[in-house]
């Protein structure tokens, strides 16, 4: 007997947040959250979601015990951008338990349709530009774990998904490149030609970073306004992006382009840290914390997460200066790989140059979607 739950007091929150140890406990290629991380996303005083969505977090017990794990949440700023009534579900975690699948799931669509949403999709952990999607391919590629900021999830995960009556809803990509990839001499001219234009290439400037964010952010806006599900980061989002800068991020490979003075490109690149985190277990002490110090000195590999060019300097070129910058200036100060990602299937313009420089598509994930 399955029964389902809502997490409200301390000790509920505690067992949603701890749970997927219970899942996890022989993979070795799961990286545990900071628990104190997820304390804050979950938090509805902290996290900047909550300025503009609603959640529920619920917990599936079996004979008292946790089963399963999910958040329906809505999103207003979604559903006005895009002019629909959707709901999302994510931070989803689940036994290999058919019963509490479905419970959770149930649970979590009632709560939308309370909301009036004619729609779920998922998993999102908040909103697109969180931890999204169920990886469906690549389950051998290397490295095995997670990349920073990614998702990961047991094989069964899909099953569940489809035996609740979940559909694709649409895929996701991660290309890779390693330090053998071949570098065209091709692509060395298209960057002398980008120059000569009257583009100019420099890394971003952590010291002026609330500047950098601000550029960055119109230049994100204006080149995503069309991409699928986009909506515009709240300031609160980006302030929070830019505290997550300032602890990871390598300005070695992160790159600004600019034209008369005026930023119309950039590329936000970060260490894979997971390596390190994975030894954390969740917790800075008494011991995480010198792992985390350690994590960025000791990454060998990269994740593009922030790339875009405004639309009217499209074509251009730009795209591909920033792809061989960072992988040129990578290889320079030793990472081993470059992964981009995550980028949605019909992305034809990303994922076009993202093949033109020898990028291999090695994983795949994957948004579920169902009617309410």
Known sequence: MVEIKEAVTKKEIKQFIKFPWQVYKNDPNWVPPLIFDMKNRLNRNKDPFFEFGEAVFFLALRDGNVAGRVVAHTNSRHDEYHNCSEGFFGYYECLDDDEASVAL????EDWLRSKGKTKI?????YTIYDEICFQVEGWDA????????????PRYYITQMEKTGYKKEIDWYAFKVTDDTEIKDVFFKIRERVLKQGFSIRPVDL?????EMEKIKRIVHGAWADNWGHFPYSDKQ???IAEGLKLIVDPRVCFMVEKDGEAVGCSVTFPDINPSVKKMNGRLFPFGWWHFLR????????????FGVLKEYRNK??????VLDTITEGKKVGYEWSE????????KKMIEPVLKWGGDLYKTYRLFSKDL
């Open 207 to 211: 010291k002026n970073l609330k500047s």
């Open 317 to 322: 070129g730009i795209d591909l200066v920033m």
């Open 105 to 108: 799931m149930q649970a979590a």
């Open 295 to 306: 994590a960025k000195k000791k990454a060998i590999g990269l994740r593009t997460f922030l």
């Open 121 to 125: 999709i998922g998993p999102e952990h």
């Open 238 to 240: 980006f302030e929070q």
């Open 340 to 347: 981009c990602s995550l980028v949605v299937e019909n992305n």
């Open 142 to 153: 290397d490295p095995p774990s997670p990349v920073v900021l990614e998702n990961y999830n």
